[in-house]
């Protein structure tokens, strides 16, 4: 896996095209665009998942008791932490926020900038197959597991104690996975995380002064263009947004606007079209590591415009102190050459 | 190397306290503090820079040929592009920004949300010696790399075409080092960089109808507390900032209020503090991979409040999905028991 900042590079300069500045139309955030630096990132093999035997594992069938006990599971009725379920929830052993019923020993560092890290993180294991990710699986497995998601951002939603709902998928160690085992998280947040305000933000102010939606604008020109489009299916499009913050960086919208993951009424679609395009990076892009999530709109209220989408991040360059220290993304491979090398 | 947020520990909840939410005092981002929770970060071994024999190294003394010609060295005077230098800046041979004189090939991208990419891509080759930075050589050796920091801003200043300067070290491969030569890398950007702009206002917003600076009243309460302070001297306090982002993030603060680092007149103080603290970094972290950063004022202006000073991020854990896609930050060694540490 190598930068895509440093100076390391042997190729001569002469063969690169001149790095450009692209605009994020949500964000207005610019992106440096260096593609063809005589370097391509790449993927370091297999998704390199944490090595670890299925009799080890603490979420293959027949292992139940390993965990805290389920909060819920798609299976046979009557059968609580036993096999036999499709797909299975969770809590997170070490949970990064805790739910409301284990607040005693949260209690004490109430201040204004400090308080206990209240909300909900739920570990959702995806197949009861070890090593094959649900879109490996098929996309029946692939949509149990997005009806799961829809089923517990509404179980959160109900519980009305929660902001935001935030779904997601480190596949890979060197997205931050540290199981094998096929798995996304639940984190149930406190607050409006910073990412989605900024986009609510952007949803604001991206076209002033003009009605509508900017990610339906989006879609239309992406489908008008057509050289950043990944897949186009009845419901869904899939492409390589404009100004990508990093090599293959793709995102799946719904055609219909809506501001709602758990209100999708396509979900059996929307996992062919995962599963197409998820073995898509597997076979052309060697099984990268990457980390999907859904952007949705706040648990509660409707007040603001938005459109939700999947946001899918592949893993194959590494941020360094212009990424981290400003801000400011850097990205290797132009969109239109990734959604040509992913279609 | 591991991930903060996974659910892939093995020992059990009881023992971790439970973890805070802590609001950063400039952003008013908030931070999820995990602390405690059975598993430590841990450094890969030493910063596992490329392996590249220094016969190969195009930053050694007596290579000069194989880089770009030199924009300035620190060197006796007529002997451009040979050995007898102690630091050599250079262009990148693979810019991410480039200059006005290379604009004729990137005119063509013009349009609201698409720009040439023109600003100033520069290496920092801090030290002659291959294989051991300047905090290994000796606070001389990063004295001499902290000067040169300065006068390249001040150049960037005085050519007048540049609104920021982000000057960046990336230490070891995984904090995205291509090559082992220690080097830095100075960005002139064409814009103000979102992290700057999100601290600018912070500077404005984190202490609304108070006078003052958010810094310099930090600055007071982090010695007057004493638990995340790691070193202090006469110009200059060291501490883990209160919401750090990762486990031993580290801020190198001047005591004066002062908004530009290239204004500073300490540098040779700065360079030992800094020394200390980087070997400090090495001997106690089993010299981990790590970004560093000059946070300073846009080059032109001085309208609003600010307060410059350095920010070391090391790499010790992997972003994931909550970090990248919600923007929000998980670490999991508090500052406090990160400053004794280092202390």
Redesign the interface.
Known sequence: M????????TT??AE????????D?ITA??V???AG???RPHAPGPAQP?DQPDEDCPFCPGHEERTPPEVCANREEGSCDRPGWKVRVIP???????SGA?RA??ER?VS??????LGTSE?IVDTPVHNQPPWVVGPHQTRAMLEMYRDRILALKKAGRTT?A?I???HG???????EHP?S?L?G???I????D?ELDGFVFAHPGKPGCVLCDIIEEVEKDGARVILASENFIVFCP??SRLPFETWIVPRKHSLRFEKCEELPELAEVMTTVLNSFREKLNDPPF???V?TYPLHGESRPYHWHI?I?PRL??????E?????W?NTVSPEEAAATLR
């Open positions: 190598t930068a895509g900042t440093g100076p390391g590079e001569p300069p690169a095209p001149q790095p450009e500045l692209r605009r139309p955030e610019w440096i665009l260096a630096r005589g370097k944490v997170n052993r070490f949970p990064l926020l805790v284990n020993g949260v560092a204004p900038d400090r308080r206990p890290a570990v935001y935030h997601i998928r480190n160690a060197a997205a931050a996975s540290s199981l798995h998280q984190f947040l406190p607050f995380p910073p990412t989605i900024v404009f100004a980390n999907y999530w952007h946001e991040l360059t590494l941020a360094g102190g212009l981290l220290g400003a801000g400011v850097v």
